[in-house]
């Protein structure tokens, strides 16, 4: 589903990524763990296709990008720190512009499915700018879910929440990716991601320097898995 | 020089013909979405109207606006009125997509990118269009002249045209700098003369009854700008927005 | 590093000795304008130093329309030196036009359309450099630079005739309804002659510093590159 391949993207000359390869089968839920700088950040937005590679390539289920990101952008869904939402539209205002955006089919009916999905359908004619952050962040899911893509990527969605709201949101995310798509999510959170997860790779200083499936680790392993990653590049 | 990537995203045009279907709906939603945020928070528009009444205000004070140098100098002073308090309302445009990070929620939509330049330049153009419709019986009324001819609101419609095309360009850049508010005047001026010249001088003909023929030339100026910016915008738009 | 090229030596060489040529011609071989005395000489290096001027602003465009369709850095060099080069020029076509307005039509400044359109050439100019400095990241940096380098350049043929449709319909005030209003006069041979010398000087001397200014920013980038090497 997704294949990159010596990916390498610089800043000016700073090297950010350095001859990165990834590669994700469909229905896998992935998270990639890695700390501050290492990349994380860039790497998920050259995949939602918002930034080009500078070497390498990339493909999402065989288009390439960024020459054939339209193509493939209908299947994508992002959620970033970031809401990406309008806070003077009600919450069924955003998800309608969103509609529009991508050609969603019978939009009404679609946006009461996702609100009641994530539990917002009680305060959908509430402004966003009224909203808690936890409550962004599930409107969020519902906006990156809303023209039913089959790739998600989620850019350290937990950020800014607290014990209730991360719960409510792992729930959410639980069921939105139990539908087989596929997820690539980066995260900070080595327990929250254990939850979900169903691989973890590490991004250490530009490359992935540790990839594992879930079933071959046990939750006590986990940190000291992520501790010789980082230090290996 | 090490050989970097080649910058457009060279999606054929063709993927999403202009003025299809999926298109003229992107283009709506975008244009709806600012109106409806602008029509509940009202920010930029007060900001605006406030503003370009200020400035009409110490322009009396300072031009000392009698009857007989009214008229050659009434066009001057809409349209400086018009420049500042539409640099506002381009700045706010963008301000509004980059704080939020929505413009990325834009770029990743499966639309063409002129969508998103051609809703924003049309949102712009409706809250310009509103200001002049405030600003012009506000100034009959003070300076007790009739601003409400045809030549003129034409006028004020294609020098609008004009002035957001290569404002929405050129905002949707400065917003992007450190310096974002103090940069656009700077860039936005000294390339928006021919509009605001060609504005003036026409609204000028049409305040004072001159022949059509001494006004053909600057109607016909301003629309030469207004086709050649829309054009260079829409080609040059996609390499401001995609990285 | 590299040091200067052989061919850039030799412009060098031919540039000196073009303008040496050029200033005696403009002092010695050219005649003395009837109407306007001595200082019309000005004249052939204010109107080279404007063609330069237009070169420079036509190279940042084209540098910039290059960058946009390769992403190569040296492009953009390219492109930030033109226009410094233009503004340096330019400031020199709007200072001696006004030199040689002033003991004329005794005035600094007439709102020449040429002159009028050279001085928000140079505002623009000056808004190229701003906007660069407003932005951290190099690779937008050279994109937005790019982008107002060619809407700045299309601008200007518009306020060139917006300017001069200005000055038809409603001409200036100040004396100007004398006939060497806009500047002109005949031109004897010898006048021909400096004057298209000094075009070609002068576009000579444009080449060997914007050469020069391209070397140097490519030698800036290197060090910038080195620089971080050493850190990471």
Request: aromatic share 10%.
């Amino acid at each position: 589903m997704i294949e990159v391949r010596k990916l390498t993207k610089r800043f000016g000359h700073k090297t950010v990524l350095r001859g990165l390869d990834f590669h994700v089968e469909r229905g896998e839920f992935v998270a990639l763990l890695g700390p501050n700088g290492a990349g994380k950040t860039t790497f998920l937005r050259i995949l939602a296709s918002l930034t080009r590679p500078t070497l390498g390539e990339v493909r999402i289920a065989g288009y390439l990008l960024p020459s054939q990101a339209g193509a493939v952008r209908r299947r994508m869904g992002v959620v970033s720190h970031l809401p990406l939402l309008y806070g003077d539209l009600t919450a069924e205002e955003n998800l309608r512009f969103y509609g529009r955006m991508y050609g969603v089919p019978d939009l009404e009916s679609r946006i009461r499915q996702v609100l009641d999905l994530v539990g917002l359908a009680h305060r959908r004619r509430d402004l966003v700018r009224a909203y808690s952050r936890g409550m962004q962040q599930r409107l969020a899911i519902g906006r990156a879910v809303l023209h039913d893509p089959d790739i998600l990527f989620f850019d350290e969605p937990h950020t800014g929440l607290d014990q209730d709201a991360s719960q409510m949101l792992d729930t959410v995310l639980r069921e939105v990716a139990s539908q087989g798509r596929t997820v690539v999510m980066t995260s900070h959170d080595l327990v929250r991601s254990a939850g979900l997860a169903s691989r973890f790779d590490v991004l250490s200083r530009g490359v992935i320097t540790a990839s594992a499936r879930r079933e071959v680790m046990p939750m006590e392993d986990l940190l000291t898995f992520y501790r010789q990653a980082i230090q290996a590049a | 020089m090490k050989t970097d990537a080649p910058l457009a995203t060279a999606e054929p045009r063709a993927l999403q013909p202009p003025l299809s279907f999926a298109f003229l709906r992107a283009l709506w939603a975008v244009i709806w979405k600012d109106l409806a945020a602008e029509l509940r928070s009202r920010e930029l528009l007060s900001a605006m109207l406030v503003f370009a009444l200020l400035v009409i205000l110490i322009f009396n004070f300072a031009l000392e606006l009698d009857m007989r140098t009214r008229a050659t100098v009434t066009s001057g002073v809409l349209w400086v009125t018009f420049a500042f308090a539409g640099t506002l309302g381009l700045n706010r445009a963008w301000a509004m997509e980059k704080d939020r990070g929505c413009l990325d929620g834009l770029l990743l939509a499966p639309v063409d990118r002129s969508v998103i330049y051609f809703g924003k330049a049309i949102g712009n153009l409706v809250f310009m269009l509103v200001v002049a419709a405030i600003v012009l019986p506000v100034y009959s009324v003070l300076y007790n002249t009739n601003l409400f001819m045809p030549g003129l609101l034409l006028v004020i419609v294609l020098g609008s045209i004009g002035y957001v095309a290569v404002g929405t360009l050129l905002s949707s850049m400065a917003v992007q700098t450190r310096t974002r508010d103090v940069l656009l005047p700077i860039l936005l001026f000294p390339v928006a003369i021919p509009v605001l010249i060609a504005a003036v001088k026409s609204s000028g003909g049409f305040l004072q009854g001159l022949e059509m023929a001494e006004i053909w030339p600057w109607l016909n100026l301003l629309g030469a700008y207004d086709v050649i910016f829309i054009a260079v915008a829409f080609m040059v738009f996609d390499f401001v927005v995609e990285e | 590093m590299e040091s200067k090229p052989q061919l850039l030596k030799l412009l060098d060489g031919i540039t000196l000795v073009l303008f040496v040529v050029a200033t005696a011609m403009v002092f010695f071989y050219a005649p003395t304008e009837a109407v306007m005395g001595q200082v019309q000489r000005v004249f052939y290096f204010h109107v080279a130093a404007g063609w330069v001027g237009m070169l420079s602003f036509l190279t940042a465009a084209l540098a910039g329309i290059a960058y946009l369709r390769s992403g190569r850095r040296s492009w953009d060099i390219v492109g930030l030196s033109a226009v410094e080069v233009g503004i340096a020029f330019i400031f020199i076509n709007i200072v001696t036009g006004s030199i040689w307005a002033r003991p004329i039509w005794n005035t600094w400044w007439t709102w020449d359309p040429r002159l009028t359109t050279a001085t928000i050439m140079e505002l623009i100019y000056a808004a190229y450099l701003l906007l660069r400095q407003g932005i951290d990241d190099p690779d937008r940096r050279a994109r937005f630079g790019a982008v107002y380098a060619i809407v700045g350049f299309v601008s200007v043929p518009l306020t060139f005739f917006s300017a001069r449709l200005f000055r038809t319909i409603h001409p200036v005030v100040i004396g100007t309804n004398q006939p060497g209003a806009e500047g002109q006069f005949d031109m004897t041979p010898k006048m021909v002659q400096t004057f298209v010398f000094s075009l070609i000087t002068f576009t000579f001397i444009f080449a060997d510093i914007l050469w020069r200014r391209v070397r140097l920013g490519r030698l800036a980038e290197r060090v910038e590159q080195l620089k971080l090497e050493v850190v990471q």
